[in-house]
T-cell receptor, first 111, second 111 residues
Framework: DGGITQSPKYLFRKEGQNVTLSCEQNLNHDAMYWYRQDPGQGLRLIYY???????QKGDIAEGYSVSREKKESFPLTVTSAQKNPTAFYLC??????????FGSGTRLTVV | GENVEQHPSTLSVQEGDSAVIKCTYS??????FPWYKQELGKRPQLIIDIRSNVGEKKDQRIAVTLNKTAKHFSLHITETQPEDSAVYFC??????????FGAGTRLFVKA
């Protein structure tokens, strides 16, 4: 995955359940991001982190939470407060002034 | 606010023809302009980028031009092939760790 690994590839969530998506990078990038992509749509920013123990809300943060305890890891939790979580979730990392490296994505479906 | 407009949303060309995708950005502080290609069900991948101190950059069949005065930048693909069919996203980065994406262009190359 070019140095950034997302797991699982597919995830099914029941109503009222919290689920956590994993994102790990070995590129030594400071910044990490989570994007949501709905079918046929663009990329919408959920959360981003520029440094360990710090993160900021993106455009659609409601119903999601993150943590950044290690530089390499930026997990995303989709909480029960997110009423329409079915989507393709992309994690990315980058160094300032350069382009993103994206993970291969997690496809989340509500069952 | 900060915005990147991308046109057209869909583009269909005959194999061997050229394709042009155009973007306009609003934040004059933007100094880095990457382009990403996303094939169906896959992650976006960086294909070319340009910085604000350069007017044009070329890499084999793809090229990007930048007009800072007009806040326009464009992707040019020559001698298109069926494997060029994908969604293309432009983006503008105004410095720091922030990036603004365009809505995407779906390119179809007909054999």
């Amino acid at each position: 995955d070019g140095g950034i690994t997302q797991s699982p590839k597919y995830l099914f969530r029941k109503e009222g359940q919290n689920v956590t998506l994993s994102c790990e990078q070995n590129l030594n990038h400071d910044a990490m991001y989570w994007y949501r992509q709905d079918p046929g749509q663009g990329l919408r920013l959920i959360y981003y982190s520029q440094i360990v123990n710090d993160f900021q809300k993106g455009d659609i943060a409601e119903g999601y939470s993150v943590s950044r305890e290690k530089k390499e890891s930026f997990p995303l939790t989709v909480t029960s407060a997110q009423k329409n979580p079915t989507a393709f979730y992309l994690c990315a990392s980058r160094d300032q002034g350069y382009g993103y490296t994206f993970g291969s994505g997690t496809r989340l479906t509500v069952v | 606010g900060e915005n990147v407009e991308q046109h057209p949303s869909t583009l269909s060309v005959q194999e061997g023809d050229s394709a042009v995708i155009k973007c306009t950005y609003s934040d004059s502080a933007s100094n880095y302009f990457p382009w990403y290609k996303q094939e169906l069900g896959k992650r976006p991948q960086l294909i070319i980028d340009i910085r604000s101190n350069v007017g044009e950059k070329k890499d084999q069949r793809i090229a990007v031009t930048l007009n800072k005065t007009a806040k326009h930048f464009s992707l040019h693909i020559t001698e298109t092939q069926p494997e060029d069919s994908a969604v293309y996203f432009c983006a503008a980065a105004p410095g720091g760790f922030k990036t603004i994406f365009g809505a995407g262009t779906r390119l179809f190359v007909k054999a």
